[in-house]
Every structure is written in C-alpha cells, then in structure tokens.
C-alpha cells in the first residue's frame, strides 16, 4: 500500500549531471532506510546508495565522490545529485524505502518498497 515514484531521469552529456527524486505515497506508518538501486542492459541491479531515518548514508565505491543521496522525512522523499556522469552510469534507476508494516501476526516490521524505474543515459 506504499507507492514510490521516481522522477529526473533523462539524457545527459558525460560529465554533466542529473538529480532524482522519488516520492513515496500511501498507507505509510514510518520509512526506515531509503535508496537507489540501478540495473543496466545486461547486468544485475545493484546498490548506488543509502540514507537512514537518521541521516546516516552508505555509497557504491564507483560513485562515491560524485553522487550525494539525501532525503526530506516531511515530504518523505528521497533525492540522488549525480555530478560528474559517466557512461558508465547509463542505467534504469529504482528507488527503494523501507517501510513500517503492521500485522496481527508479526506485529510491526519493516517492507521494502519499490518504484518503477527512471532511465538515466549518460552519452560519450
């Protein structure tokens, strides 16, 4: 019942930048972490970057120095600024949050959520 939606994605020149966003929208009773996840042609996903409830935020190696994840918890949104694009970087992004759910069963626990994807072209 969460729903999260990207947003920025586009066609860039390398070395030029990109700042995503991603909304989440829905029956939210809290987001613990949120993210960014990219998967290019013929490659499996993998993580970019993170950031905690409380600020706390953890990068991919290939883009530590030239990407900043960060977030508004009032708006419950989650931004990545891309600086310093390279080709290599040409992916669809997906931003996740990690959500507090609630059962008879387990009680509170966390979910992750999903969007569907932003495409990011870096051309050479």
């Known amino acids: 019942q969460v729903q999260l939606v990207e947003s920025g994605g586009g066609l860039v020149q390398a070395g030029g930048s990109l700042r995503l966003s991603c909304a989440a929208s829905?029956?939210?009773?809290?987001?613990?972490?949120m993210g960014w996840y990219r998967q290019a042609p013929g490659k499996q996903r993998e993580m970019v970057a993170a950031?905690?409830?409380?600020?706390?935020?953890n990068y991919a190696d290939s883009v530590k120095g030239r990407f900043t994840i960060s977030r508004d918890n009032a708006k419950n949104t989650v931004y990545l600024q891309m600086n310093s694009l390279k080709p290599e970087d040409t992916a669809v992004y997906y931003c996740?949050?990690?959500?507090?759910?609630?059962?008879?069963?387990?009680?509170?626990?966390?979910?992750?959520?999903w969007g569907k994807g932003t495409l990011v072209t870096v051309s050479s």
């Open positions: 829905g029956s939210i009773l809290a987001i613990n972490d």
């Open positions: 996740y949050a990690e959500s507090e759910n609630w059962s008879d069963i387990k009680g509170y626990y966390g979910m992750d959520y």
């Open positions: 950031i905690s409830s409380g600020g706390s935020t």
